[in-house]
């Protein structure tokens, strides 16, 4: 089955470690997306890559990085510099410019103690 | 200024009847794509239904339905027989064309269906 897997659901961390959230898709989509949401609230940008070995920031990106070395993965790093990153985290993918939904994964929702 | 703007933070619908979640946006861009996505509590986004800015008919995806009034800059989603199933957050977002392809999400409206 085609889709986007993200790995763990649920994740803790002490704070000031570093954290990698993990995104993994099937769907041969050249975009791949990482937002944020806080509770009761919509999502918003982080990162988002267009194609392999290139990305941007988003609306959010300050404590945030990314890579892209392959065009399945997209793994998302959440630094100590982020100040609360306790929230739930989505990544989503889009196909090509004939394409306009984006498909979303099941999120992780990362906890900071 | 907010791109994307939903005003019901909350909703009730009884089961089998019809209701609107209101939807306005706001843009510059003559290309653009409106979605709506539906949220249950588990988390996941699923993908509704979409409206490109250039179509000149309303979308329609079975019971969901994107009432679409280009000059007062709203995309209202309506959701026709409401089920207990669609008790979730349901989200508007925008695509603006020229700006890389990326989406502005509403806050979201919680629905809940009342059997």
């Known amino acids: 089955d085609g889709g986007i897997t993200q790995s763990p659901k649920y994740l803790f961390r002490k704070e000031g470690q570093n954290v990698t959230l993990s995104c993994e898709q099937n769907l041969n989509h050249d975009a791949m997306y990482w937002y944020r949401q806080d509770p009761g609230q919509g999502l918003r940008l982080i990162y988002y890559s267009q194609i392999v070995n290139d990305f941007q920031k988003g609306d959010i990106a300050e404590g945030y990085s990314v890579s892209r070395e392959k065009k399945e993965s997209f793994p998302l790093t959440v630094t100590s510099a982020q100040k609360n990153p306790t929230a739930f985290y989505l990544c989503?993918?889009?196909?090509?410019?004939?394409?306009?939904?984006?498909?979303f994964g099941p999120g992780t929702r990362l906890t900071v103690l | 200024a907010q791109k994307i703007t939903q005003t019901q933070p909350g909703m009730f619908v009884q089961e089998k009847e019809a209701v609107t979640l209101d939807c306005t946006y706001d843009t510059s861009d003559p290309s653009y794509g409106l979605f709506w996505y539906k949220q249950p509590s588990s988390g996941e986004m699923i993908f509704l239904i979409y409206q490109g800015s250039y179509d000149q008919q309303n979308a329609t995806e079975g019971r969901y339905s994107l009432n679409f009034q280009k000059a007062r800059k709203s995309a209202n989603l309506v959701i026709s027989a409401s089920q207990l199933g669609d008790s979730a957050m349901y989200f508007c977002?925008?695509?603006?064309?020229?700006?890389?392809?990326?989406?502005?999400f509403g806050d979201g409206t919680t629905l809940t269906v009342k059997p």
């Open positions: 989503a993918s889009k196909g090509g410019q004939f394409y306009n939904e984006q498909f």
């Open positions: 977002a925008m695509r603006e064309d020229t700006n890389a392809g990326k989406s502005t």
